[in-house]
């Protein structure tokens, strides 16, 4: 509002005020929009804020009101306004003025009138004692002394320190305005509190031409017989008046020195303009000869083209007779030619359409082979792991989704889209509501991808890993079932629905500590396989169960990397891989791909949860946090809530993943972990996952397609044996649920599906 005000921006201000902007805004000076509109005369913007109850009885930190600004800028349009508007004529600023001093002080007559019709107090003074009168005298302005003199102000007042306006006009040298109080008979024998008359300040301030008109005022208003001037009140007054002669001489001189100089440049400029007036002549008469060159050319021109024209006309007539002659001769050959045309068409379409189809069978063969050798693969790889991961048909698929009607889609992105179903498939009745992954068809690249995450997810087993559920490729659109998580970390961050609460920092903490476990454990190579690296780590792919625990997915564009074992660093890929602001400047750099790049993504996604703001803004955000300048707590997500602490251990963890310049900079995964850790435990965090532990069927956290039907030593049941999940927690030898060590099963069977997440073990 005040930037528009202060511009004049009508437009600006309309659309501000039906948005129910503040219309009484203040800046650091205590300004309003009419206070700004005032100082700069916009009376449009002051007429539009005065029909929407602007305070004209505002005040700036000096005690002005708006009518104050437009007076003492002269802006007669704007004062107009104000008064009609009830503006307070008789306001006072800190400094005791009204609007008229201020209007006065500056010589604005119209807004002085103005002021004047309204009946503002000729006789105000300010906190110095000075009337309008005084600072109208003191400025010089003949029309606004002459106003206030035809309105009766009182030419006798005095400041505080004596001052009439006599005395401020003569110390400030005024000749008209000293005339003009003279006129009307001011007093020039009045003294100020030093004793000092009019005159006597003029003659101070070496004001020559004001001393002569008080000393002829005061002469005029002494009586006949006067008394004797003394010897040395006489010289003085001898000297003065031969000092004052000689000032008015040297000024003549000065006076005719500057004339002379003023003709003698007068005469050098009238030699100039002669002289350029000469060459222009010169240039002109030049040019009038070539112009008369020129017609002469254009005629000689005009007669060759008419020459030509009528050659030409009898070449065209000779020339159409013959054209119509070939024409009757060429109708006959282009019907032969359309009719050829036609036919070779006719031809060209069988043969386009019936390669098309011979490409579209070749596509389909590939795409069956394809298949074929994708089901093949997994077979073997199912097979070698004794996996049970469900392979389903696409009529259960279809049927649940109701036919992956748009009601049920629930995502969409590069890879295809994402439906829910309902109830738990005939194939899985104990995975509950799944999300169905619909492949779009996209050739060989698109099976790979496939083939690559079934793979990865078949030898893969952790808590916070989302694991695959189910397949299906009966068509060239495979599809992936997985368990239905309730969102994304990123949907509690940054895009958070209406409605929907922000994550705390705790939670926050959580969900990247849990998420980070599961990549670790993808790193470490096993028996079963090598090191797995994700490739594509950010806060939409850690997803949430409704209890808010985190599980890691999407792992289509996830390898092995057999080549990490052995000493070797990295791994170089022919094509960039990842989501721009999560992809690690060195694999930019170099096309090489290591843990360290996933860790990079792993420290963004934490500065994400630190922020709440997308991945690019915030990098840039936190530059100088990184850079050690400022605190963190100055750039976190004021919604989470995040002790100064806590969000200073946070950055470090970031600035590990991915403020180094070199890999030997960059912290590794496993130590940012053990950091988050300790930060998790020193805040009392819950160590492992959330488990309400009150359904009658409660399914394997690790593979969430089978009944639970093992408990640990430590009291937890939360696994299958099934498929191996019990194995795999007991081979890392830590209870997901309390983190605690194990070592054996301490109860297994059926009926454990029916218990209590815990149950203390004596």
């Not at 320190?161 to 003279?182: E, I, K, Q, Y």
């Not at 003085?236 to 000689?246: K, P, T």
């Not at 070449?315 to 050829?340: I, N, S, Y």
């Not at 890929?573 to 400047?585: A, E, N, S, V």
């Amino acid at each position: 509002m005040l930037r528009a005000a202060e511009n004049g921006d009508v437009r600006e201000l309309t659309r501000l005020l039906e948005n129910n902007a503040n219309i009484q805004e203040r800046d650091n000076h205590g300004f309003s929009p009419l206070h700004e509109a005032a100082v700069y005369g916009h009376e449009d913007a002051v007429r539009l804020l005065l029909e929407n109850n602007a305070d004209t009885a505002a005040r700036d930190n000096g005690g002005s009101s708006p009518l104050h600004w437009a007076a003492v800028n002269g802006h007669e349009g704007a004062v107009r306004l104000l008064l009609e508007n009830n503006a307070d004529i008789a306001a006072s600023t800190n400094g005791g003025s009204s609007p008229l001093h201020w209007a006065a002080m500056n010589g604005h007559e119209g807004a002085v009138r103005l002021l004047l019709e309204k009946n503002a107090d000729i006789a105000a003074r300010d906190n110095d004692g000075s009337s309008p009168l005084h600072l109208a005298a003191m400025n010089g302005d003949e029309g606004v002394v002459r106003l206030l003199l035809e309105n009766n102000a009182d030419i006798a007042a005095s400041t505080n320190d004596g001052d009439s306006p006599l005395h401020l006009a003569a110390r400030s040298g005024h000749v008209v305005a000293v005339r003009l109080l003279l006129e009307n008979n001011a007093d020039t024998a009045a003294r100020d509190n030093d004793g000092s008359t009019p005159l006597d300040v003029a003659l101070r301030y070496g004001y020559g031409a004001v001393a002569a008109l008080l000393r002829q005022a005061a002469a005029a208003a002494s009586p006949p017989q006067q008394a004797p001037v003394g010897q040395a009140e006489a010289q003085r007054v001898g000297e003065e008046l031969a000092r004052e002669r000689s000032r008015r001489i040297a000024a003549e001189e000065l006076a005719r020195a500057r004339c002379v100089a003023a003709e003698e440049e007068q005469a050098r400029e009238r030699s100039r303009r002669v002289a350029a007036e000469e060459e222009t002549r010169r240039v002109g008469e030049q040019l009038a000869r070539e112009r008369e060159r020129c017609v002469v050319a254009e005629e000689e021109q005009a007669r060759e083209r008419s020459r030509r024209v009528a050659a030409e006309e009898e070449t065209r007539r000779v020339g159409e007779q013959l054209a119509r002659e070939r024409e009757r001769c060429v109708a006959a050959e282009e019907e032969q030619a359309r009719e050829r045309s036609r036919r070779v068409a006719a031809e060209e379409e069988t043969r386009r359409v019936g390669e098309q189809l011979a490409r579209e069978r070749e596509r389909c063969v590939v795409a069956e082979e394809e298949l074929a050798r994708t089901r093949e693969q997994l077979e073997a790889v199912l097979q070698a792991q004794q996996r049970s991961i469900a392979v389903i048909s696409i009529e259960e698929l279809r049927g649940a989704t109701d036919g992956f009607s748009d009601a049920n889609k629930i995502g969409q992105g590069g890879f295809g889209s994402v439906f829910r179903t309902h109830q738990p498939l005939p194939s899985l009745p104990h995975s509950g509501p799944c999300a169905v992954k619909r492949l779009d068809a996209s050739g060989t690249q698109g099976l790979r991808e496939v083939h690559s995450e079934i793979r990865v997810l078949s030898v893969c087993w952790h808590e916070h890993l989302l694991p695959l559920v189910g397949f299906c490729l009966d068509e060239a659109t495979p599809c992936l079932v997985y368990p239905l998580m309730a969102g994304n970390l990123e949907s509690r961050v940054v895009d958070v629905p209406q409605g929907q609460q922000r994550f705390s920092w705790q939670e926050r903490v959580r969900a990247i500590r849990d998420a980070t476990r599961a990549l670790v454990y993808l790193h470490t190579p096993l028996a079963a396989r090598s090191a797995v690296l994700h490739r594509d780590i950010k806060p939409s792919n850690i997803l949430l169960d409704a209890l808010g625990n985190a599980k890691l997915a999407d792992v289509g564009l996830a390898r092995e990397a057999p080549e990490l074992q052995g000493g070797v660093t990295h791994v170089t890929t022919q094509r960039l891989i990842g989501t721009p602001g999560f992809i690690d400047p060195l694999y930019i750099q170099s096309g090489r791909f290591s843990e360290l790049t996933d860790g990079y993504a792993m420290g963004v996604s934490l500065l994400v949860c630190l922020g709440g703001r997308p991945a690019i803004p915030v990098v840039d955000r936190f530059g100088n946090a990184l850079e050690g300048l400022a605190p963190a707590e100055t750039f976190t997500d004021p919604t989470a809530e995040w002790p100064p602490d806590v969000a200073e251990q946070a950055l470090e963890v970031v600035r590990g993943l991915i403020w180094g310049r070199l890999p030997s900079q960059r912290m590794v995964l496993s130590q940012a972990l053990s950091l988050l850790e300790a930060m998790a435990d020193a805040q009392r965090l819950r160590p492992g996952i959330r488990d309400d532990g009150e359904d009658a069927q409660r399914s394997c956290i690790i593979c969430m397609s089978a009944p639970r039907s093992v408990r640990f030593d430590c009291g937890h049941a939360l696994c299958c044996t099934v498929n191996g999940c019990a194995a795999a927690i007991l081979q890392r030898g830590v209870c997901p649920n309390c983190r605690v060590r194990i070592s054996t099963i301490a109860d297994q069977g059926d009926h454990i599906a029916l218990q209590h997440t815990f149950v203390a073990v004596n």
